[in-house]
């Protein structure tokens, strides 16, 4: 298992690597914010800069999960691995789990780093770290709802209709997210969104001719 993680790691490496670095963009705007907080002006600038690299970065999961999909088949690596006594369910879940960690790459230097922002520079206040659990958790189920509708399009690349489709349904979750924020109902809706993918993903992959 551990080795298909890494080949998945090692073949998409890409990915990982822009998601560092994004991360280390939102920290530092982070930070600049915290600076300019009395400067509303210049504050709303940047949080709206950061909500635009948020979309960005989560319409760039779906182009993950869809490049993984669509390299899986073109180049069949999934019949090549097969030949060694490993499953295509734990083909996979390996690949889940690459697109899982390349997310977390994301988002766990963020959220560290926003914690000790808040520390820093605002009272503490308990309200605050229920936020910050809320958006990092609501981002995180985003940014995953959108690599498995990347997951389902690049299984079908051989089609252009399923793959215009699933990128105009991330579209359309970005713009519901940003639009009622997060919260209970919106994480109800995306777990849900999630394990329904994952079941239909995994039923596709496991009963296609490779």
């Known amino acids: 298992m551990f080795a298909l993680i890494r080949r998945e790691i090692r073949d998409h490496i890409a990915f990982f690597i822009g998601a560092v670095i994004l991360s280390g963009i939102l920290v530092g705007v982070s930070i600049s914010v915290l600076y300019e907080f009395d400067r509303i002006g210049r504050m709303v600038s940047r949080l709206q800069a950061m909500i635009s690299v948020v979309t960005i970065i989560i319409i760039g999961f779906f182009a993950m999960g869809a490049i993984q999909m669509y390299t899986d088949r073109t180049r069949r690596i999934s019949a090549f691995v097969l030949t060694l006594p490993v499953g295509r369910g734990r083909i996979l879940l390996a690949r889940t789990a690459a697109g899982t960690l390349a ?60 793959s215009l489709g699933g990128l105009g349904l991330t579209c359309v979750l970005v713009s519901i997210i940003l639009l009622k924020g997060y919260g209970l109902h919106v994480t109800v809706i995306l777990v849900l969104f999630i394990a329904a993918s994952l079941v239909r993903t995994w039923h596709t992959f496991t009963s296609t001719p490779l």
């Open 103 to 162: 997310i977390l790459a994301l988002l766990v230097p963020l959220a560290i780093a926003t914690m000790i922002l808040l520390r820093l520079f605002t009272p503490p206040i308990p309200v605050y770290s229920r936020m910050l659990l809320e958006v990092f958790a609501g981002t995180f189920l985003a940014a995953f709802a959108c690599y498995c509708i990347g997951l389902q399009a690049g299984w079908n690349s051989n089609r252009l209709g399923p």
